[in-house]
């Protein structure tokens, strides 16, 4: 399938259809993590205005597809919780309206979670996904409340994870570990899976500048972590869920090098072509910006930057991907080259460890896949 545009030489593939929509519609936010990548420098107190959200929706839905994705990021998005259930029922209401599918995911940290914001995402069949890095050492180190106020945020999630009533609401966690914390990855993902959250994703800071001890350490856990994986299935434990992993078994969401299924919007209504953009100044994110949701997106720009990203990357950085038997299931290179770029350190240093840390979580998963194919709980849990 493809979708002409303007000049009939330029042409959006399939591939490079949006079915994903994230809605950056807050730059507010209560902590300063250590490894965010948004920029809200000049930002901090801005949220996007209510019509431009919904114009954004609709021109997100005019896209081919009936199945879709809408992201609630920040910032921290349930800062502007009234406006992001507003914003959550038109969306829902107009999918209805068009046959679309939809899925619908709030991206917080979980510090101002209410029990009415757990009923609503349970009503409404939300998926909530909970900035969780481990134990309270790792946690706090990594995500603190601005300006060091406020406590522990640690113990205030757990504290929130005890006495809420989640309806069976189903929770995600996005686990982040840094060349720092690497070496306590397998405590933390054991300490998550004891708490019962359906899925644990578990993801690098790519963007860190690793060093080859601290890959050598990723290698060594990353073995335990597949025998502590494995033996949960086979001896018939509480299990998580990891949506990399479920790629793998289940042949879905490849070739991230490829493919762009997703469309950026900021809390001034611009749209991107690359999350990473947020990462910039205001001044910098610029020539990724591809239309904005009051004049509509520019397809063809769109479709161009991809390409010239695609072609910077083979040539500058000289990672040789079509050799890599890891290719299918690798991490977005698009916005790793576009962070680095922008930031001048962009070397080849940076991208044979981006190659290395990836490619060591990817063999691992692909053992654990190997290893559980005939599971039945494995089996189960994954439905391939």
Same mark, same amino acid.
């Given at each position: 399938?493809?979708?002409?545009?303007?000049?009939? !030489?330029?042409?959006?593939?399939?591939?490079?259809?949006?079915?994903?929509? !994230?809605?950056?519609?807050?730059?507010?936010?209560?902590?300063?993590?250590?490894?965010?990548?948004?920029?809200?420098?000049?930002?901090? =107190?801005?949220?996007?205005?209510?019509?431009?959200?919904?114009?954004?929706?609709?021109?997100?839905?005019?896209?081919?597809?009936?199945?879709?994705?809408?992201s609630f990021n920040g910032g921290e998005p349930l800062l502007e /919780?009234?406006?992001?259930?507003?914003?959550? $029922?038109?969306?829902?209401?107009?999918?209805?309206?068009?046959?679309?599918? $939809?899925?619908?995911?709030?991206?917080?940290?979980?510090?101002?979670?209410?029990q009415d914001m757990i009923d609503f995402f349970a009503e409404y069949k939300t998926i909530l996904k909970i900035s969780i890095d481990g134990n309270k050492q790792t946690h706090d180190k990594q995500r603190p409340f601005i300006n060091k106020k406020g406590g522990s945020v640690f113990d205030l999630l757990m504290k929130k994870m005890q006495q809420m009533n989640w309806k069976n609401l189903p929770v995600a966690v996005s686990m982040v570990f840094t060349p720092e914390s690497v070496d306590k990855l397998?405590? !933390?993902?054991?300490?998550?899976?004891?708490?019962?959250?359906?899925?644990?994703?578990?993801?690098?800071?790519?963007?860190?500048? /690793?060093?080859?001890?601290?890959?050598?350490?990723?290698?060594?856990?990353?073995?335990?972590?597949?025998?502590?994986?494995?033996?949960?299935?086979? !001896?018939?434990? $509480?299990?998580?869920? =990891?949506?990399?992993?479920?790629?793998?078994?289940?042949?879905?969401?490849?070739?991230?090098?490829? =493919?762009?299924?997703?469309?950026?919007?900021d809390c001034l209504g611009n749209f991107y072509v690359c999350d990473k953009a947020m990462s910039l100044s205001m001044t910098n994110r610029g020539k990724y910006v591809v239309g904005s949701a009051a004049k509509g997106i520019d397809d063809v720009k769109r479709l161009k930057i991809l390409n010239c990203l695609r072609e910077e990357i083979a040539m500058s950085c000289n990672l040789k991907c079509e050799n890599c038997k890891y290719e299918k299931y690798c991490f977005c290179q698009l916005g790793s080259?576009?962070?680095?770029?922008?930031?001048?350190?962009?070397?080849?240093?940076? /991208?044979?460890?981006?190659?290395?840390?990836?490619?060591?979580?990817?063999?691992?998963?692909?053992?654990i896949a190997e290893k559980l194919k005939y599971n039945e709980k494995f089996v189960e849990l994954y439905r391939f």
């Open positions: 399938m493809v979708i002409l545009k303007k000049n009939p !030489n330029q042409i959006i593939k399939a591939h490079d259809t949006p079915h994903a929509l !994230n809605l950056f519609f807050t730059a507010k936010c209560n902590l300063n993590c250590s490894y965010c990548f948004v920029n809200k420098s000049g930002q901090e =107190n801005v949220t996007i205005d209510e019509k431009l959200i919904k114009k954004s929706i609709n021109r997100f839905f005019k896209y081919p597809g009936k199945k879709k994705l809408i /919780w009234s406006i992001l259930k507003r914003m959550h $029922l038109y969306a829902s209401q107009e999918a209805r309206k068009l046959g679309i599918f $939809l899925d619908i995911v709030v991206v917080s940290n979980g510090t101002l979670i209410t397998n405590e !933390n993902i054991m300490f998550l899976s004891k708490q019962n959250f359906s899925f644990i994703e578990i993801y690098p800071d790519v963007h860190a500048r /690793w060093k080859r001890a601290e890959i050598a350490k990723l290698k060594t856990v990353l073995k335990k972590f597949e025998k502590y994986y494995i033996s949960s299935f086979k !001896n018939n434990k $509480l299990n998580f869920k =990891n949506s990399l992993l479920d790629s793998i078994v289940n042949d879905v969401n490849l070739y991230k090098t490829r =493919n762009c299924p997703n469309i950026q919007i080259y576009i962070y680095q770029k922008n930031s001048a350190s962009g070397d080849a240093e940076f /991208w044979y460890n981006f190659c290395q840390v990836s490619g060591l979580i990817i063999g691992s998963y692909l053992a």
